[in-house]
Every structure is written in structure tokens, then in C-alpha cells.
């Protein structure tokens, strides 16, 4: 079955960098866009960032555009959000969430557990 | 940037019927667009519940009851989630969500349904 499991979450103080990883397995990770989507503590979901299935495409959010670079390892099955310049307001649990369609983009079927990112001096 | 409503809480007893909300501002239609479902339990990521376009265009999720439906309401530039006999496991968080053509996608603010 789907197995997204996040990594890399922990305490930064503003301005510093953070790589969040998600590994994948259960299903053949090259096919799928991938997205990362986060939740501030008891509020409702954001969408960060977006990757193609062979990594070419991409696109951001406007609150992280410039500071946040989605990728992914292919031969590795799995997917990275690399997080500089990090601000208070990017505390969050981080999602890495697989996309449903093969053949385009747009929607979320299987998402991992979650990483928990704190921006805190 | 678009933005969906959807209604803070909800409350609905034991059997009953369950009406969910999402609305698009007005001026731009929803009728074109995909809706997506999607429900979180506390301390769980969430969950696809379905996908709604028309009544020829609906995905219902892997293992989602038949009690959860969708639908849209023109007049009220509305995507509705149904849960038709509600029970006690379906309290949680229901979030609404459209991908628009910049490629980004876009969450509506949730809401927190409590089975009385």
C-alpha cells in the first residue's frame, strides 16, 4: 500500500534552512507529481509546492516562492523541500502528499504522516 | 488569490443528515472546476473522500462509506458535502479544495463537524 513518511522536522531559528525529505514506497514513485502542503498548529491546510512526475515542472505558493525549492531523487523514491530564510510564520506541520493523476496534475490521494517544523528563536 | 468559505463548525446528531458547504466568491463560477473532498481526524493527516464535477464526473475515494456524497448548487456558487447518517466516527475536519489553472492549488478554511 501507499507509504509516505516525512523527515528532517525539527527547531530552527528564523532565518536559518531546513531540508524536509518524504520517502516513498508501496507504489512506483516515478509516475506521480508530488506536493508538499502544511498546517500551522490548529488551523487549516496551505499548499507549499508542487513537482512533476520526472521533476522538470514545478510551482510555489506566493508566501514561500524564492525561499522554498521542492525536488526529488527518483532513483532514491523520494522527495525533498528544501526551506531557507525561514520565517516564524513558516511553523507548521509539513505534509509531502502524492498526487493523484498520472497523466497531468491537481489533487491529492495519499498523504504522509507529517513533520513538524518550528521557527522559533 | 481565490478563496474558499467554508462554515467554522457544524453540529449534527446521531442518523441525521450532514450539509457541508464550500463557496467560491462570486463572479467566477464553480462549475467548471473539480472539488475535492478531503477529512482529518485529530493528530491524523487528512483523508481523499471524493472528487465532485458533475453527477458524470465523481470519484468516490478508495474505502470512503457511500454515506458521503457531493454535489454543487449553481444558484449559490456552492460545492456541497453530504453525509447522509451521520455517525459518531465521522467528527472531524472537512476542507474543500479546487486546482485552479496556475497551477496551485487552493484549500477552503475547513469545517469542524461535532456528532451530538
Redesign the interface.
Do not use: C, K
Given at each position: 500500500q501507499v507509504h509516505l513518511v516525512e523527515s528532517g522536522g525539527g527547531v530552527v531559528q528564523p532565518g536559518g534552512s531546513l531540508r524536509l525529505s518524504c520517502a516513498a514506497s508501496g507504489f512506483t514513485f516515478t509516475r506521480y507529481p508530488f506536493?508538499w502542503?502544511r498546517q500551522a498548529p490548529g488551523k487549516?491546510?496551505?499548499?507549499v509546492a508542487?513537482l512533476s512526475y520526472d521533476g522538470v515542472s514545478q510551482?510555489y505558493?506566493?508566501s514561500v516562492r524564492g525561499r522554498f525549492t521542492i525536488s526529488r531523487d527518483n532513483s532514491r523514491s523520494t522527495l525533498y523541500l528544501q526551506m531557507n530564510s525561514l520565517k516564524a510564520e513558516d511553523t507548521a506541520i509539513y505534509?509531502c502528499a502524492r498526487d493523484?493523476y498520472t497523466n497531468g496534475?491537481?489533487?491529492?490521494?495519499?498523504?504522509?504522516?507529517?513533520t513538524l517544523v518550528t521557527v522559533s528563536s | 488569490?481565490a478563496v474558499l468559505t467554508q462554515p467554522a463548525s457544524l453540529s449534527a446528531s446521531p442518523g441525521a443528515s450532514a450539509s457541508l458547504t464550500c463557496t467560491y466568491p462570486s463572479g467566477i463560477k464553480f462549475a467548471p472546476y473539480?472539488i475535492?473532498w478531503?477529512q482529518q481526524k485529530p493528530g491524523?493527516?487528512?483523508?481523499?473522500l471524493l472528487?465532485y464535477t458533475s453527477d458524470s464526473d465523481y470519484l468516490q475515494?478508495s474505502g470512503v462509506p457511500s454515506r458521503f456524497s457531493g454535489s454543487k448548487d449553481a444558484s449559490a456558487n456552492a460545492a456541497i458535502l453530504l453525509i447522509s447518517g451521520v455517525q459518531s466516527e465521522d467528527e472531524a475536519d472537512y476542507?474543500c479544495?479546487i486546482?485552479v489553472t496556475?497551477?496551485?492549488?487552493?484549500?477552503?478554511?475547513?469545517t469542524k463537524l461535532t456528532v451530538l
Open positions: 506536493h502542503v487549516g491546510l496551505e499548499w508542487i510551482n505558493a506566493g505534509y493523484m496534475w491537481g489533487a491529492i490521494d495519499f498523504w504522509g504522516q507529517g | 488569490q473539480r475535492y478531503y491524523s493527516p487528512p483523508q481523499f472528487r475515494g476542507f479544495m486546482w496556475s497551477a496551485s492549488m487552493i484549500f477552503g478554511g475547513g
